[in-house]
């Protein structure tokens, strides 16, 4: 096979149902199901060239080790889904922090998966892309659309109906969410390592799961009826009750800062004031907040006068990955 090259763009996705704990830690099958946001502006952009004379992992500019390529080399293997596969080099940019709970590998493992089966002639469909992309990264699965996605957990041992499903396209809804960057550092604690351990002895994580349906039911509900502050309470409760099982897991994961505090203070305040806005964070100390695109600007305005934060910044709803070359 002659070298082929493809390159593609997906956007990362923040879960306002959360995602936590996996039922199958091989084929990253989740325990619970999850819906999530896309968000325009932040994007990652992966160009996978087949015919390399190694698997070859570049990411920032930087060569990456065995363990970051051991994740890309599997997708790669799914996607070629055959013997006699070609080593292939990917080269990949982030526009906004990676590793910090901005959702990095979301975007990360939907770009790659969508390169790698363009630039193998590879006519994969997007649940099928979905598939792949979560065995790189659970939460990738919800990036290959736009707007609003659910993840379904899905009955099959092998996995093959467990991906994302659009719920409604960015342009369904003029909503806005407002990133308060508290840390740009790489996270203390992987999400892999953090849920692995809350499953295993966190004993408020059973009520985490057997709860979530619920909420993903109500989030659902809540973007088709362009309901935001029962979708909002939906985002809170996950939120609430996920960050309290990480808490309460041994040794502690927990990833709330001072200034994640005082950004989710200053978002009661402004919902106290009148101004609907709903908080989340995910595993890292950044807050996101839920507006309508109307309130955006008066929310991001508020927080800017947060001590401490690096940056604020109001992302819309973002498309479906694509091929950009
Ligand atoms: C989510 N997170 O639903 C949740 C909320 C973080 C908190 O998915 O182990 O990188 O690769 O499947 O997808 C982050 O975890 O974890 C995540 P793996 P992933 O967005």
């Known amino acids: 096979m002659s070298p082929r090259t493809a390159t593609a763009l997906a956007h990362p996705n923040i879960a306002l149902v959360k995602y936590w704990g996996k039922r199958d830690a091989a084929l990253n099958l989740p325990a619970v199901p999850s819906l999530s946001l896309t968000l325009d502006g932040f994007a990652t952009t992966t160009t996978v060239r087949w015919g390399a004379a190694a698997d070859r992992l570049v990411l920032g500019g930087v060569e990456r080790g065995a363990a970051e390529l051991r994740k890309v080399s599997r997708v790669l293997d799914l996607v070629w889904g055959g013997p006699g596969r070609p080593a292939a080099e990917v080269t990949s940019e982030n526009n906004f922090p990676t590793a910090a709970g901005l959702a990095s590998s979301s975007s990360a493992f939907a770009a790659l998966a969508l390169a790698a089966a363009a630039a193998a002639d590879q006519p994969l469909d997007r649940a099928r892309l979905s598939v792949i992309a979560r065995q790189g990264s659970g939460s990738a699965c919800r990036s290959l659309w736009g707007g609003f996605v659910e993840w379904r957990m899905g009955e099959r041992a092998d996995g093959n109906d467990s991906h994302g499903l659009p719920v409604a396209p960015a342009d369904h809804w003029d909503l806005r969410l407002v990133v ?8 203390a604690v992987g999400s892999t390592d953090g849920m692995t351990r809350t499953a295993l002895t966190c004993p408020l994580f059973p009520g985490f799961v057997s709860s979530a349906p619920a909420d993903v039911d109500q989030a659902r509900a809540a973007v088709l009826a362009r309901d935001l502050h029962a979708l909002g309470a939906a985002m809170e409760r996950s ?22 505090v005082a950004v989710l203070d200053a978002v ?30 008066r929310v991001a305005e508020t927080l800017r006068g947060v001590p401490g934060l690096l940056r604020v910044e109001a992302l819309a709803p973002g498309g479906d990955a694509r091929l950009v070359g």
């Open 268 to 297: 009661e305040a402004m919902r106290a004031s009148g101004l609907a806005c709903y908080s989340t964070m995910d595993a890292g100390p950044n807050v996101k907040v839920l507006c309508a695109a109307a309130d955006a600007e």
């Open 180 to 187: 308060a960057v508290v840390s740009a550092d790489k996270k």
């Open 239 to 260: 939120t609430n009750k996920m960050h309290a099982t990480m808490i309460a897991t041994e040794p502690t994961v927990r990833y709330w800062k001072p200034v994640s």
